[in-house]
């Protein structure tokens, strides 16, 4: 089992920055794949972005692609969102999500953290 806590939201004007981390509990966390997920006021949670085991593979939602970046520093139990270029539409509650085995995917998720609220001013 692995818990997970999100940190680094905040407010930040449109055309910012912000670096969001993910940092996860356990000794194996190198074996899970790692999401990340958000959801805005009123709507759906929606997948944003997701890293392998070992961070060889990535992938992407269509809205993000190009201005945020995935990684993760198993030693430190830890995966980053960086997320460049921000919008007002991506204005939400961030969450990772953990889940062992290797592979990519925007479902299938067990493992949630709390979240970490990410407000873009226009």
């Known amino acids: 089992q692995v818990r997970l806590v999100e940190s680094g939201g905040g407010l930040v004007q449109a055309g910012g920055s912000l670096s969001l981390s993910c940092a996860a509990s356990g000794r194996t966390f190198s074996s899970y794949a790692v999401g990340w997920f958000r959801q805005a006021p009123g709507k759906e949670r929606e997948f944003v972005a997701a890293?392998?085991?070992?961070?060889?593979?990535?992938m992407y939602a269509d809205s993000v692609k190009g201005r945020f970046t995935v990684s993760r520093d198993n030693a430190k139990n830890t995966v980053y969102l960086q997320m460049n270029s921000l919008k007002p539409e991506d204005t939400a509650d961030y969450y990772c999500?953990?889940?062992?085995?290797?592979?990519?995917?925007?479902?299938?998720?067990?493992?949630w953290g709390r979240g970490t609220q990410v407000t873009v001013s226009s």
């Open positions: 999500a953990a889940e062992p085995g290797d592979y990519l995917s925007r479902t299938g998720y067990d493992y």
């Open positions: 890293i392998s085991q070992l961070g060889g593979r990535t």
